[in-house]
């Protein structure tokens, strides 16, 4: 993530992929305040052993575009919140990507934040056959939490 401000919304990110049992760092790197972080962490990402980079920002939100502009990796951006335009900066920033760098880009927010561990835990599941298997829980555990009719 781009601050440690992010953090509240991005550690649902963490905490999905905590319950689904998938191993996974979490780091603060900004575009604009650590840009030789962001440089060091991207191209060294693949050889690492990281599989896919879930990355947060808010405002003028060049963390994701930038990470997969140096970096093969799939990486899903995570729109956060802003005080001044409530994130359609950040979605702006983060979705409108180039022809050629793709940045995987979920919703504003919270939301955004949980799909973001979901979809990585996906795409670890193609190879790893205990995630797959947690993913199908968490999958069939919310479906059985949908009544069929609203309660009084
Ligand atoms: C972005 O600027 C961060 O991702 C954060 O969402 C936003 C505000 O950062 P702070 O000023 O709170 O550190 O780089």
Same mark, same amino acid.
């Given at each position: 993530?781009?601050?440690?401000?992010?953090? /509240?919304? $991005?550690?649902?990110?963490?905490?999905? =992929?905590?319950? *689904? +049992? @998938?191993?996974?760092?979490? !780091?603060?790197? #900004?575009?604009?305040?650590?840009?030789?972080?962001?440089?060091?962490?991207?191209?060294?990402?693949?050889?690492?052993?990281?599989?896919?980079?879930?990355?947060?920002?808010?405002?003028?939100?060049?963390? /994701?575009? $930038?990470?997969?502009?140096?970096?093969? =990796?799939?990486? *899903? +951006? @995570?729109?956060?919140?802003? !005080?001044?335009? #409530?994130?359609?900066?950040?979605?702006?920033?983060?979705?409108?990507?180039?022809?050629?760098?793709?940045?995987?880009?979920?919703?504003?927010?919270?939301?955004?934040?949980?799909?973001?561990?979901?979809?990585?835990?996906?795409?670890?599941?193609?190879?790893?056959?205990?995630?797959?298997?947690?993913?199908?829980?968490? !999958?069939?555990?919310?479906?059985?939490?949908?009544?069929?009719?609203?309660?009084?």
């Amino acid at each position: 993530m781009g601050s440690q401000s992010d953090w /509240p919304v $991005m550690r649902l990110a963490a905490e999905i =992929l905590e319950e *689904l +049992g @998938v191993s996974h760092e979490t !780091r603060i790197v #900004s575009a604009h305040r650590t840009p030789d972080r962001l440089v060091e962490y991207a191209k060294t990402a693949r050889g690492r052993g990281l599989k896919v980079i879930i990355a947060g920002a808010g405002g003028a939100a060049h963390l /994701p575009g $930038m990470t997969a502009s140096m970096t093969p =990796l799939p990486v *899903l +951006g @995570v729109p956060v919140q802003s !005080r001044a335009l #409530s994130g359609m900066d950040s979605l702006l920033s983060i979705v409108q990507m180039p022809k050629g760098v793709p940045v995987g880009t979920l919703a504003i927010g919270e939301a955004g934040a949980t799909n973001a561990g979901l979809l990585a835990a996906s795409i670890v599941a193609l190879e790893d056959p205990s995630v797959a298997k947690k993913l199908d829980q968490f !999958r069939q555990a919310q479906t059985d939490k949908i009544g069929e009719s609203p309660e009084a």
